[in-house]
Nanobody, 124 residues
Framework: EVLLVESGGGLVQAGKSLRLSCAASGFTFDDYAIGWFRQAPGKEREGVSCLVISDGRTIYADSVKGRFTISSDNAKNTVYLQMNSLRPEDKAVYYC?????????????????WGQGTQVTVSS
């Protein structure tokens, strides 16, 4: 069973940075992608970024381009989301998810495994 565990959330001031981690375990396949999603109160879940593990292809939401960077440490089966220049509107619960397809996508329906989420709060 795939297990995803997020960490690194917290409370920061606007303009500061956070790095989220997503530790993945419980699978043996090599072709997959990890996506980051977020959900703010009263809003739908939205895709933030995605990384194809096998070749490093990435995709970002327009709202985070130039501020967020997704990366991985394949030896640790861990994917990171470096979030810089945080804004109050970035406040949300952030989830990582795994799709067994080697495609850069932020379509939630393609991700079958999800973590429990980590809260990010940005004060103005």
């Amino acid at each position: 069973e795939v297990l995803l565990v997020e960490s690194g959330g917290g409370l920061v001031q606007a303009g500061k940075s956070l790095r989220l981690s997503c530790a993945a375990s419980g699978f043996t396949f090599d072709d997959y992608a990890i996506g980051w999603f977020r959900q703010a109160p009263g809003k739908e879940r939205e895709g933030v970024s995605c990384l194809v593990i096998s070749d490093g292809r990435t995709i970002y939401a327009d709202s985070v381009k130039g501020r967020f960077t997704i990366s991985s440490d394949n030896a640790k089966n861990t994917v990171y989301l470096q979030m810089n220049s945080l804004r109050p509107e970035d406040k949300a619960v952030y989830y990582c998810a795994l799709t067994p397809f080697s495609i850069e996508t932020m379509e939630p329906g393609l991700f079958g495994s999800w973590g429990q989420g980590t809260q990010v709060t940005v004060s103005s």
